[in-house]
Structure formats: C-alpha cells, structure tokens
C-alpha cells in the first residue's frame, strides 16, 4: 500500500498530534458529549506539564528501553530513550477521574484494576532495566498476576453489579445472556485486551493515540447507563493525549509495558461495567489485528517446520505495524492510518447503539 501525497508518506510527529486532537474533538463534537472536554483537557495539560518533570527524572535513573536486534533496524537508533512513561500519565488521569467523580464506586473500581495492571507491567519494565534485556519477569508470572487483577475485579463486580451486567447487547437489538460463563469471558477479555494493547505498543504515539480514540469511543457508548465511566474515559484519553507530547515521533518517551497493560485493563474494565462488550471489540479492532497477526505468525512458523527446525514466517515480522515498517511504510505513516482507522471503528460504535 503506499500514498502519492508525498506529507501523507511521512507526515511529522507533531502533525500527528495535531491530527490526534483534531479526531478525539470530532469525536466529542460528533456524539454531542461536549461535557467531557474539560476534564479531557485538564488530564492533557496536567499530564504534559508533569511528563517535562517526570523524564528527565527517568533519564537520570537511566531506565532507558532495550531495543531488540532482530527487530527492525531503524529503531536501534532509540535505544536508551527512557520507558516507563505510563507512571506519569496513568496516575494523573486517575486521580483526577477519582476526585471528579467524587470516587464514584465504578470509577474506583476500573482505577483500581488499571493502577493494578499499571504496577505488573512498572514490575516487568523495571526487572528489564535491572538485567539490560528485553526479559522482564517470567511470562509465567505476568499472566498469574493479571489473571488475579481480572479475577478480583470480577469477583467485586459480581458482588455490586445487578444480573443484567451478564447480558451481552449486540447489534439489531439482540441480547446473548451468558449468565455465569459471562464471568469466564469477562476474565478473559481482560487479560487479553491489556496483552494486545501490549503488543500494539511499537512504534512512537501508535498504542497512546489508538487508545486514546479507543477510550473516548467507548466512554460516549457507555455514558447513557455509566455516565461516570464517560468521566474516566476522557480523564484517560486526555492523559493519553498529554504523553503523545512527549510520545510522537521522535520519541522522548515510551510508555513501556507500565502504560500499555493499564490502558488496555481500563478499556476492558469499562467494557464490562458498562455492559458493552460489543463495542469495545469494535473499538479494539487495531489491537485485535495486531494481536491475530502475532498468532497467524507463530501458527505458520511452527506449523511449515522443516527437519531443521526452521519454520516459514507469514509476515516478514508480527506484530503488524512492523511488518508494514518493512514493507517501506515510514512509522509515522503507520500511526497516521492506524488513528484514522480506530476514529472509524469508534464512530460505527457510537452510531450502532
């Protein structure tokens, strides 16, 4: 695929965080919730205003990223940039959703699990710095410890939350109601959404845009029944937005796995308190891509193996964004047509309600 508008080949890092704010208004603007543009805005200035103080403080501890060899040669050049961004941006929208809404219960609850998978993935980032890898803590343990995040955010929803929460709303007005195996897929989606926003987080303003969209998107569903799961959204978009300033190619930056599990735990959490399920798979559907081609890519490899051992490889490498880097796409064209394309998802959301 390829673009014949020379600016649209490679537009700039900050004509996409024009682009970015210009997309998450019409989004306010087209569904008519223009309520949430003040804390939205406030959790933007607050998170960039802190992000200046918060990096150089990253820089001096020297938690700079480790840049994978096999990967993409044009991002060897980033090594050293600071990760972990997520401690910054993450609390402050938190914290402000949390006083805004008065610690509306719901509002606490979705905190709470996304400051929970926040401090797995600060964990992983941190055991990364210490051993100069890109091995954090085991596989093993990050899915143990997220799957107890999801298992006690269910429990505490299955307690507070009246049945209908088990009923899933699907397009033409139909309703699935799953009863108690609603509980096993909401467990589910949890840990899957927090693991492929994980691994849409490669390429600079990509997972923090996407999801910024995503969460603005899904907070307008759910605010006719969950108006203060609106608040949050916004608090945490407008975060999101906040660290693009510092995100955006090139990256001063990264959120690391600190940022990218919480923000997908969040996008879960109000998907399932906000009984729209349906809509944050439709707001998803880049992190649903990016995670299929991972699995596409490592199903052909081991299934074409030869007596050697070698395996064939479907993309030239998962997750998608990269291989589309080196199919010649410029990573800020990728981010350009990812946010355009999540504003289009999230719109069919919003209107198929």
């Given at each position: 695929?390829?673009?014949?508008?020379?600016?649209?080949?490679?537009?700039?890092?900050?004509?996409?965080?024009?682009?970015?704010?210009?997309?998450?208004?019409?989004?306010?603007?087209?569904?008519?919730?223009?309520?949430?543009?003040?804390?939205?805005?406030?959790?933007?200035?607050l998170?960039g205003?802190?992000?200046?103080?918060?990096?150089?403080?990253l820089?001096?501890?020297?938690?700079?990223?480790?840049?994978?060899?096999?990967?993409?040669?044009s991002?060897?050049?980033k090594a050293?940039?600071p990760?972990?961004?997520?401690?910054?941006?993450?609390?402050?929208?938190?914290?402000?959703?949390?006083?805004?809404?008065?610690?509306?219960?719901?509002?606490?609850?979705?905190?709470?699990?996304?400051?929970?998978?926040?401090?797995?993935?600060?964990?992983?980032?941190?055991?990364?710095?210490?051993?100069?890898?890109?091995?954090?803590?085991?596989?093993?343990?990050?899915?143990i410890l997220?799957?107890?995040?999801?298992?006690?955010?269910?429990?505490?929803?299955?307690?507070?939350?009246?049945?209908?929460?088990?009923?899933?709303?699907?397009?033409?007005s139909?309703?699935?109601?799953?009863?108690?195996?609603?509980?096993?897929?909401?467990?589910?989606?949890?840990?899957?959404?927090?693991?492929?926003?994980?691994?849409?987080?490669?390429?600079?303003?990509?997972?923090?845009?996407?999801?910024?969209?995503?969460?603005?998107?899904?907070?307008?569903?759910?605010?006719?029944?969950?108006?203060?799961?609106?608040?949050?959204?916004?608090c945490?978009?407008?975060?999101?937005?906040?660290?693009?300033?510092?995100?955006?190619?090139?990256?001063?930056?990264?959120?690391?796995?600190?940022?990218?599990?919480?923000?997908?735990g969040a996008?879960?959490?109000?998907?399932?308190?906000?009984?729209?399920?349906?809509?944050?798979?439709?707001?998803?559907?880049?992190?649903?891509?990016?995670?299929?081609?991972?699995?596409?890519?490592?199903?052909y490899?081991?299934?074409?193996?030869?007596?050697?051992?070698?395996?064939?490889?479907?993309?030239?490498?998962?997750?998608?964004?990269?291989?589309?880097?080196?199919?010649?796409?410029?990573?800020t064209?990728?981010?350009?047509?990812?946010?355009?394309?999540?504003?289009?998802?999230?719109?069919?959301?919003?209107?198929?309600?």
């Open positions: 695929m390829s673009f014949s508008v020379p600016s649209l080949k490679q537009p700039t890092g900050t004509s996409l965080l024009v682009l970015l704010t210009l997309l998450l208004l019409l989004l306010a603007v087209f569904s008519s919730s223009l309520s949430l543009l003040l804390p939205f805005g406030v959790c933007a200035v998170s205003v802190v992000g200046f103080g918060v990096i150089p403080w820089q001096k501890l020297k938690a700079g990223q480790i840049i994978r060899e096999d990967g993409p040669q991002h060897l050049k050293g940039t990760t972990m961004g997520g401690i910054f941006f993450v609390p402050v929208a938190v914290l402000v959703a949390l006083l805004w809404s008065k610690f509306d219960p719901q509002v606490v609850a979705v905190s709470l699990l996304t400051l929970a998978y926040l401090a797995i993935g600060g964990v992983d980032d941190w055991q990364i710095l210490r051993q100069q890898s890109n091995k954090g803590i085991s596989p093993r343990m990050k899915l997220q799957i107890l995040g999801a298992v006690l955010f269910c429990i505490w929803a299955f307690v507070t939350q009246n049945d209908s929460i088990t009923q899933i709303k699907l397009p033409g139909l309703i699935l109601s799953l009863g108690l195996l609603f509980w096993i897929l909401a467990g589910f989606v949890l840990v899957a959404e927090s693991n492929a926003t994980n691994l849409t987080d490669g390429v600079d303003g990509l997972a923090g845009g996407t999801t910024a969209i995503a969460l603005l998107g899904l907070g307008i569903m759910v605010a006719p029944t969950s108006p203060s799961l609106l608040l949050f959204c916004a945490l978009s407008g975060g999101c937005l906040g660290f693009i300033i510092h995100n955006r190619n090139p990256a001063k930056v990264f959120m690391g796995d600190t940022g990218s599990l919480a923000l997908g996008l879960a959490a109000v998907g399932i308190l906000g009984q729209n399920l349906w809509g944050l798979f439709l707001v998803s559907g880049i992190f649903f891509v990016e995670s299929l081609s991972v699995i596409a890519q490592v199903s490899y081991k299934a074409t193996k030869d007596e050697n051992g070698k395996g064939k490889r479907l993309l030239k490498m998962a997750p998608l964004h990269h291989h589309l880097e080196l199919s010649g796409w410029a990573e064209q990728i981010v350009g047509v990812f946010y355009l394309i999540n504003t289009v998802l999230g719109i069919l959301g919003i209107v198929s309600q």
